[in-house]
């Protein structure tokens, strides 16, 4: 059981990369492309925005899909992005490109979670979907930092053909390695957005939004903002980056942990917390090795912050845990989305120093909405029906 939940891990990790590589080479593709800095990061904003959309939508129109074969389509799809983003000849296709990797990555990652929690059983869901998140965590602790590294020898294509193979390869693995698992009743699109409408889910989505914007404002531009606070470049950057990452891999386990001991509201509000602090310090700290710290501190706190909010989904209404996990993912999708235009606006018109203070301020409105909401939230019954 625990191969199967690996392997479906991989496949998260594969579309993780596939959604977070552009943060790795944004210098180079700026450089190649000829366009600015800003409009590179628009690439994170059309496949996060694509996620977002297309999540729900596509839950619907393929909700009758056996889930063996969706999740395997899912990821040779985004294969297919990847390659034709590493042949786009100009910007537009890219563009394109990173729209239809997003469609994949849209698909996979909530049906490879409810896949995963079937498999598992009721007792141990939150722990398989912390398995199948971990795969994305993984890919900012190698993924991302790789890229990086790699975009040296290989140059921005070699590393989207690169993706594509690991997208190919993890499409093959689920192929072989993950059972058939019965499809779940099919939802309407009018009942997703009934369900959405409860106001304890969207106080949940409201936290994933702004926590998600404040994170990946920040993330979306660390490379350029590093460079300019400490001078890394290649390798040094690729070394703060893994060190983000791997706090990242901590937090995650972490989060799942607490979550499960202290309940939701705690861990969540913890984690926020970390990540305004992290990130108000970040944005005047010059010390290369206080920024390693920070780095890894930051990535501890927003990656330890989705299990508690799974966990408060699955509460919410456990027999609805794969719609209420899907409209979470698009929350967090349309967070990293915005994020882009964001951290674009404020670097062209204050300067890569602000970025980190704007990420800081809008993961404060997530503690700020945790705080004012957290007790009524508590006090209602749980249960939403489906």
Request: net charge positive; proline share 4%; with cysteine.
């Amino acid at each position: 059981m625990l191969g199967r939940i690996f392997t479906l891990a991989l496949g998260a990790f594969a579309v993780g990369t596939s959604g977070y590589i552009v943060t790795g080479v944004l210098p180079q593709l700026s450089g190649e492309l000829s366009v600015s800095l800003s409009t590179v990061g628009l690439l994170t904003t059309s496949f996060a925005v694509a996620y977002a959309i297309g999540s729900p939508l596509l839950a619907v129109a393929l909700g009758g899909w056996r889930r063996h074969r969706l999740i395997v389509a899912a990821l040779l799809v985004a294969a297919v992005g990847n390659a034709l983003a590493a042949i786009a000849p100009h910007f537009g296709v890219l563009l394109a490109a990173r729209i239809v990797t997003a469609m994949g990555a849209a698909v996979f990652t909530p049906a490879a979670t409810a896949v995963a929690a079937e498999l598992s059983g009721p007792e141990r869901r939150a722990r398989a979907a912390a398995w199948v998140f971990g795969g994305l965590v993984t890919a900012t602790i190698v993924g991302v930092p790789a890229g990086s590294l790699l975009v040296g020898p290989l140059g921005y294509r070699g590393v989207f053909w690169l993706v594509a193979g690991i997208c190919a390869l993890a499409a093959a693995a689920v192929a072989v390695a993950v059972p058939e698992v019965a499809a779940p009743p099919r939802v309407t699109l009018r009942r997703r957005v009934e369900v959405a409408s409860d106001p304890r889910v969207l106080v949940v989505l409201g936290i994933t939004l702004a926590a998600s914007l404040g994170v990946f404002t920040v993330y979306t531009y660390v490379a350029p903002l590093l460079a300019d606070t400490v001078g890394a470049h290649g390798t040094g950057l690729s070394l703060l980056l893994f060190g983000y990452g791997i706090g990242g891999a901590i937090g995650n386990v972490v989060g799942g942990v607490a979550a499960d001991r202290y309940g939701y509201r705690l861990p969540l509000l913890v984690a926020v917390s970390g990540s305004v602090i992290s990130l108000s310090l970040l944005s005047v700290v010059h010390s290369t090795a206080l920024v390693a710290v920070l780095l890894f501190t930051w990535g501890v706190s927003s990656w330890a912050f989705n299990p508690p909010v799974q966990r408060r989904l699955i509460e919410l209404s456990p027999s609805a845990v794969s719609l209420l996990l899907a409209l979470n993912a698009s929350a967090l999708y349309l967070g990293i989305g915005l994020s882009g235009v964001v951290g674009g606006a404020v670097l062209d018109h204050v300067g890569i120093g602000a970025v980190a203070l704007t990420g800081a301020g809008l993961c404060l409105v997530a503690v700020v909405v945790q705080v004012l909401t957290g007790r009524h939230s508590a006090a209602q019954p749980s249960g939403i029906a489906v």
